[in-house]
């Protein structure tokens, strides 16, 4: 299986190759040649698996060139081993025909968990085999960063750089990023917001002499195995709920829309999705654009769902590759007029994207009611995020099956969840002495220079 850029623009890459590069070197994303399919017997027989079995089973058509059977199924086991559910992405539910999937049984207590693990020992794997070191920089908002130095942590191959934005991640999610005391791990307060974290980030990608120099990997969700790992939970939900023969439909708390454009290749792979819905925050540009408003960025605004606060959604050039029919150069010219501000979406691609997927937009204070009226009519104590995604769901839910995705512990936002519901969501045994590890962090400024300066000494030491 190859690998393709968005753009149109870049040489084609294996799926190991993807997945050590990141970023295009046009600047685009790497997307699969074709996409496999899975037949309704193939999906028929993922019934009662474990999520190991049916994670191997989803994946590796995508990735069979690049690893042994034998490789792939061990990295799968480890990458799994830790989480806390033996189930690893349970259901429950929350009314007649509504589901929760529990996505935050990993070590950080959010979705990331299931890329990011995955891809650690992806990455150790091939690194050995090639006998090569890399460096990998990051960009969180953060809940990446604290599951990428949780996924690297300790392995002498890789050096971890997480940037994310001073004074704009939860205490929890803080402690787990500046925690860890493993030496290839380093944690970087940038004095601006997620969106210059990000913008840097790409900005060494595009410095070829300083990606060269310092052999630059990415692990944000622009990488396309982190793509593939969240494609499996689709899969095992919708199977447990009745897939092949049943339809489901997924409502995803959204922000660099990796999630969501998960279930579109999922959907794309044959399983019967009815309706994917994309939930944003307050920061809803992805909700106006897919309502026909165009791709105009404006200001990030701070949420109690600081995850989704996003205003550029790096994988959303993905699903315009697709709704443009493949057209590298057209998402290469869209991209261009971002640079200036924005785009509007030509009336084809717009026909495509609604076909895709739907969206709705959740206020802060609904996001609280949200969270109170869960705990009184389901028991069920939300994290702000998966609080978006049920509100929405609620609004466009019909008589097919529901699943919400859960995309972080509640106890990861212990304030939001207690100002709306009056209880404290504890964190889960296994974490409970994060407030008494010592922190390691370097407070740092987001120009490039400072940034790839401090990168450069470090890895040198
Ligand atoms: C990252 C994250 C999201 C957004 O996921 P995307 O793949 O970026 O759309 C939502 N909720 C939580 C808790 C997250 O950590």
């Known amino acids: 299986m190859k690998y393709i850029s968005t753009r149109g ?26 996409i496999p399919q899975m037949s309704k017997g193939d999906i028929a027989a993922l019934a009662g698996l474990s999520y190991e079995e049916t994670a191997f089973r989803v994946m590796w058509p995508f990735v069979s060139d690049s690893f042994t059977e034998e490789e792939f199924r061990g990295c799968i086991t480890r990458a799994y081993a830790d989480f806390g559910h033996a189930a690893r992405a349970p259901m429950v539910q929350l009314a007649p025909n509504h589901f929760l999937l ?26 050995k085999r090639r006998g090569e070191t890399v460096t990998i920089v990051g960009a969180t908002s953060g809940d990446t960063g604290s599951a990428a130095i949780e996924a ?48 840097r980030v790409k900005d060494m990608f595009n410095d070829f002499e300083f990606r060269d120099g310092v052999k630059l990997a990415g692990v944000n969700s622009i990488n396309f195995a982190r793509v593939l790992a969240q494609v499996v939970y689709y899969f095992y939900s919708a199977v447990a709920l009745g897939a092949p023969e049943r339809e489901v439909s997924f409502t995803v708390p959204t922000g660099n829309f990796g999630d969501i454009f ?37 200001d990030t605004i ?11 959604s790096s994988n959303f050039e993905r699903a315009l590759f697709y709704a443009y029919g493949r057209d590298g150069a057209a998402v290469a010219q869209l991209m261009d007029e971002l640079g200036q501000g924005g785009f509007n979406v030509s009336q084809g691609a717009m026909q495509a994207l609604s076909e895709a997927y739907d969206s709705g937009r959740c206020s802060e204070d609904e996001t609280l009611a949200t969270i109170k009226a869960q705990t009184a009519a389901s028991g069920e104590l939300l994290c702000p995020h998966s609080a978006v995604g049920v509100k929405v769901a609620d609004e466009v839910r019909n008589t097919t099956a529901m699943v919400t995705l859960a995309t972080a512990h509640p106890a990861k936002f212990p304030a939001a ?10 964190l889960p045994p296994r974490m409970a002495d994060l407030y008494d590890r010592p922190e390691r962090v370097t407070r740092i400024g987001s120009d ?12 040198a030491n």
């Not at 979705?111 to 690194?127: C, S, Y």
Request: glycine residues 8%; contains cysteine; proline residues 6%.
């Open 9 to 34: 623009q870049a040489p084609e890459l294996t799926f190991e190759e993807a997945m050590l590069t990141g970023l295009a070197r046009d600047g685009g994303l790497y997307v699969p040649a074709e």
């Open 152 to 199: 690297f942590r300790g392995l002498d191959a890789v050096n971890v750089f997480i940037l994310y934005p001073h004074g704009r991640v939860s205490e929890v999610q803080r402690r787990q990023m500046t925690t860890p005391d493993d030496s290839n791990v380093h944690a970087l307060a940038v004095d601006g917001d997620f969106d210059d974290c990000q913008a």
């Open 448 to 459: 490039l220079a400072t940034l790839e300066d401090h990168i450069r000494k470090t890895i």
């Open 102 to 127: 529990e996505l935050f049984h990993g070590p950080t207590l959010a979705f990331k968990d299931f890329a990011m693990q995955l891809i650690g020992q992806l990455f150790q794997v091939a690194l």
């Open 302 to 312: 701070p949420s109690i769902s600081p995850s989704m606060d996003i205003q550029v």
């Open 417 to 426: 969840v207690e100002k709306a519901s009056g209880m404290h969501p504890p």
């Open 262 to 298: 998960a279930g579109f290749i999922a959907k794309q792979m044959g399983l019967p999705i009815d309706r994917l819905v994309v939930a944003t925050n307050q920061n809803d540009i992805l909700h106006r654009c897919l309502s026909g408003q165009g791709y105009f960025k404006g």
